[in-house]
């Protein structure tokens, strides 16, 4: 008897320290795994969508970076994840019925989802896979029962990287944002809204954020969250979070506080910096005869003129993710449905096309493009209004190369895009792939630098 009560006393002591309530511990690790492939899409995966929630019966797999992090508790029981960590083109979710999700599969880490098994299905205009439930007789997506998630969700052996949020204005989302990391800059939280707590204890809460247009957007917060109690920040400044959707309207989830950076003064002290996604690149030009002859043309599809002060624009050369040049556009003014052509040689522009640029500028400026780089058009706020191109791939051989050619924004856009669409453009250069025309262009009689047609 004496031997047992030992035994029982130990094991009680071991049930006790075992419960005890201590984040001082090495985080669980899952084996990385390198046998599952990917061989899908999200686009892909979303057009087996017809209507009506249903299994996934294809051996078809899809990888992403995981975006979000229930660390904070804001969020549960979902990952939220996209298809790369710079630049994504889309997001998706898969409801996991997993605590502490954050020490398996932390922000950054890259996941594969083997899909066979999983239930595909859209709730408010939104896809979502996961495993099922049954209300009413009606089937829809729930958690993955956590029994079976190491079935299904892989990670991968590659390092957690760095998730870039794309810099995005709260009238210019679009739904391939969805479930990605986005950073808004310039916000605040609504006058009305200040000394309130982020939420009510125990229950979602909605509060609001608006920028200097007065333009806003939910920011959802969880009455469980660590931080629910602390009062809503004054001033203004960015914050980056998860962008969400229900249908047409957006709102926005953050990780925790760090995700804040409100250090700048309310929007009433701003007076002479103004955002408009009517401004966008309309023209860009690497004339096969004439390399001097080269120019970025910027359009104005408002019916007003407009202050280009503080506005950038930024060149990343070949594949690089980090900015190779920037050209302060200050002390310029776009006019109304009007072009603005930027040249790296202004005297051989005149030259060439007969008439002087709005803006000369230097070789090597981001006015000076061979082709093969990418570009972002840049308000005075930090929000990144128009793409062309991929930022971190060389656009040799894809759909965006115009190398010895022309780039030229189709006539019906009328309205800047932060996130690069081919559709948008006819792409000329020497080599036709990916859908782009093989027809090297000459200056001047191939290019229209000063008119939008």
């Not at 309310?266 to 955002?275: G, H, L, P, S």
């Not at 005075?380 to 791939?393: L, R, S, T």
Request: aromatic share 10%; proline share 3%.
């Amino acid at each position: 008897m004496k031997n047992n009560n030992k035994i029982i006393g130990l094991l009680s002591c071991w049930l006790v320290l075992s419960c005890v309530d201590d984040r001082n511990f090495d985080s669980p690790k899952r084996l990385c795994d390198t046998s599952v492939i990917t061989n899908s899409t999200y686009t892909e995966i979303k057009g087996l969508y017809m209507n009506e929630t249903l299994q996934i019966q294809e051996d078809l797999a899809i990888e992403g970076y995981v975006v979000s992090s229930d660390e904070a508790g804001n969020f549960f029981s979902i990952l939220h994840f996209q298809d790369r960590p710079i630049a994504p083109t889309e997001g998706f979710q898969i409801e996991i019925d997993v605590r502490d999700a954050h020490l398996f599969y932390p922000i950054g880490s890259k996941i594969i989802i083997k899909l066979k098994g999983l239930y595909l299905g859209k709730s408010k205009d939104v896809y979502k896979i996961g495993g099922v439930f049954t209300s009413f007789g009606n089937i829809s997506v729930g958690r993955l029962p956590a029994a079976i998630v190491d079935n299904h969700i892989f990670t991968s052996c590659d390092q957690a990287v760095d998730i870039a949020p794309t810099q995005v204005s709260i009238d210019s989302l679009n739904k391939n944002q969805t479930n990605t990391l986005v950073r808004f800059e310039r916000v605040e939280f609504l006058e009305q809204e200040l000394g309130q707590t982020f939420a009510l204890d125990g229950k979602e809460t909605e509060r609001t954020l608006i920028d200097c247009y007065d333009n806003e957007i939910v920011l959802l917060n969880s009455g469980f969250a660590d931080f629910s109690a602390e009062i809503l920040p004054n001033g203004s400044g960015g914050v980056t979070g998860v962008l969400l959707r229900q249908n047409d309207e957006y709102q926005l989830a953050v990780r925790d506080l760090n995700d804040f950076d409100f250090s700048q003064e309310r929007c009433e002290d701003v007076v002479d910096e103004f955002t408009s996604t009517a401004i966008f690149i309309s023209e860009l030009a690497d004339p096969d005869n004439n390399s001097s002859a080269r120019f970025v043309e910027l359009y104005n599809s408002n019916s007003e003129s407009l202050s280009l002060k503080g506005w950038t624009l930024r060149r990343y050369t070949n594949a690089s993710t980090e900015i190779s040049s920037t050209l302060d556009l200050s002390d310029n003014v776009i006019e109304a449905e009007s072009t603005f052509v930027i040249s790296p040689n202004a005297s051989e522009f005149e030259i060439v096309y007969g008439f002087a640029p709005n803006l000369g500028i230097g070789t090597g400026s981001p006015a000076d493009s061979n082709g093969d780089d990418n570009f972002e058009l840049v308000d005075p706020f930090g929000v990144v209004i128009d793409v062309f191109g991929v930022i971190g791939e060389d656009g040799s051989g894809t759909d965006h190369e115009f190398e010895d050619g022309r780039a030229l924004r189709n006539i019906e856009i009328t309205k800047a895009n932060a996130i690069y669409s081919s559709d948008e453009w006819v792409i000329y250069n020497d080599t036709g792939d990916s859908g782009t025309m093989n027809q090297p262009q000459n200056a001047p009689n191939d290019f229209t630098p000063g008119v939008r047609n």
